[in-house]
């Protein structure tokens, strides 16, 4: 089984930035494709972007498209969220989650494992 643990969330003000992190534990990350999601209050969890297992594939929500930028480095055991142009609307706690197959999937229930969660505030 695989812990992940996020980390970079905090108060940003409309059109700043912010980097998360995802750093796993007790397997290799390189074995799990990878997701981000984001669940604002008194809404549904959501799909942000996907990752495959290699980095070679990805796949982001029209919401954050042109906007945010995943990545991985499997060394590091750390999947990235590059989050720019923030808007206030992109408040919610966002979580890593991973799954252990090749392609990312978009659904919640496409995920075996997800962390705790980190909070993202945008200020307008």
């Known amino acids: 089984q695989v812990q992940l643990v996020e980390s970079g969330g905090g108060l940003v003000q409309a059109g700043g930035s912010l980097r998360l992190s995802c750093a796993a534990s007790?397997?290799?990350?390189?074995?799990?494709?990878m997701g981000w999601f984001r669940q604002a209050p008194g809404k549904e969890r959501e799909f942000v972007v996907g990752?495959?297992?290699?980095?070679?594939?990805?796949a982001y929500a029209d919401s954050v498209k042109g906007r945010f930028t995943i990545s991985r480095d499997n060394a590091k055991n750390t999947v990235y969220l590059q989050m720019n142009s923030l808007k206030p609307e992109d408040t919610a706690v966002y979580y890593c989650?991973?799954?252990?197959?090749?392609?990312?999937?978009?659904?919640?229930?496409?995920?075996?494992?997800w962390g705790q969660g980190t909070q993202v505030t945008v200020s307008s």
């Open positions: 989650a991973a799954r252990p197959f090749v392609l990312a999937g978009t659904s919640i229930r496409a995920y075996n494992y």
């Open positions: 007790g397997r290799t990350l390189s074995s799990y494709a």
């Open positions: 990752i495959s297992r290699s980095g070679g594939t990805t």
